[in-house]
């Protein structure tokens, strides 16, 4: 029988109540288990509305220790209860470091340990540098019960050596956890095609699926407002999209792989056996 | 005013004849030129067909240094005549080496240097390990008349390092010379978006055009045959495909970017300002 791993996207709009926001997200999680999936991604920081839109002192009191966050505390029960897998992105707190994290819960409810996004964006509406420290894990890839699963944050999943770097050590699929949306700035940005494109190259480019979740839904934390475009996928290793929602929508993707055709079909490709290391070295120095 | 290039790509088929492929192309690249290109792309190894197919001793003696290269003695003065530069890709011998290489020759239809393909492929119908040395002199960007443009060859069009290595040595666009179609051991297996999505990631993940050509039409080297599925294709910035052409045209695509609007919009994307090279030491080592 093949290895086959069955993973899903949650796509919905979040408001400031963050138990509000915590069973809206279950409801969704139950809904993608009762259809197969076995890890399942909610989208962004979803304990509150896309607080990074301006700078406000008040929502460092909206941070927590990892273990005892309460989106944590919330999706561990669901998680054991279900016996699916579910990272779960949070606005985290270590003494006075507060970062942008994720915690992997494996399918018994138990966390597999936390990542802290790398990457950390700055412009207008999202405002990220204010509030979250660069992360200091490096990349993590997570031995769940389905499989060796990647994670990135948001900013991370343009970097094709966020990518990259979780495929060499090991990932059989890639999640992105997402808020993105209007650039309050610029009118005329519209950022939902090129988000997709920067995940469709990596999966090319690694053979690999690609599960990006992203928030839907006007909040307005500002005078202008933020419309967050949904678009959350699930694109296959050619970088097809095999499953996906539109800006407004609100649901739940699910899609199968065959984690074995995969691998042979990545080994078939030949990128990892090309690899030249000895040509890279411009990727990895600080001033190049 | 601002700085602007305009770039083409070549797409057509090619034969046995090196004289007549020249011709073919020299007549593509007066066509950009009058259509007021400045850098054209011919495809890869116009020089003859895609020998590569198969593997055959005689194809050696098609090979030569690469100054002395009949397709780099042809294409000089034409652009020297018409103002233009051009990636010429060659068969390239040195001593008792043989690279798949890139001359580019500038306005003045001198040549600027040489670039060795440092990603080389092998697989059923692409059987270029056995032909090609891999490359020797690491990435390169050239400073033309009109811009500093990075070349890849082919292969290297599928790996974010390439890209990102010629970003980082200041490349203002991307350029890749193919020659990409059927797979004869499974008909099921059609790259054709595969190819194209990698390089729109590398184009938004780097906020830079890029530029695609690859031959078309059916070669009968072998029993089987291949067919070459044209596609090229110019990506702004965004990886919209702003130009391009379907599998089986012959023809000319021709774009002009603005450079100093390039230049400020990648710096406010920040992908540059947020790298984190202290965690990509797994992308140089070559036992991750």
Redo the contacts between chains.
Sequence with gaps: MPRTISVAALQTSYGEDMQTNIRKTEDLVRQAASRGAQVILPSELFQGPYFCVSQEEKWFGEAYPWREHPCVAAMSPVAAELGVAIPVSIFEREGPHYFNSLVMLDADGRPLGVYRK??????PGYQEKYYFR?GDT??KVWDTRFGRVGVGIC?DQ????T???MM??GAEVLMYPTAIGSEPHDKELDTA??WR?????????NVVPVVGANRTGTEHATEVGQTFYGSSFIANQ???LVESLGRDEEGVLVHEFDLDYLDRHRA?W??FR?????????????R?
Tied chains: 1, 2.
């Design positions: 790398s990457h950390i964006p700055d412009g660069p490096g990349f900013w343009w970097y094709p050596e990518a990259r770097a060499l050590m095609d090129p494109r920067a995940m469709q190259g990596h999966a090319v480019s050619r970088g097809d078939a030949g990128f090309d690899r030249r290391t000895d040509l890279y070295g411009v990727l990895t120095s600080p190049p």
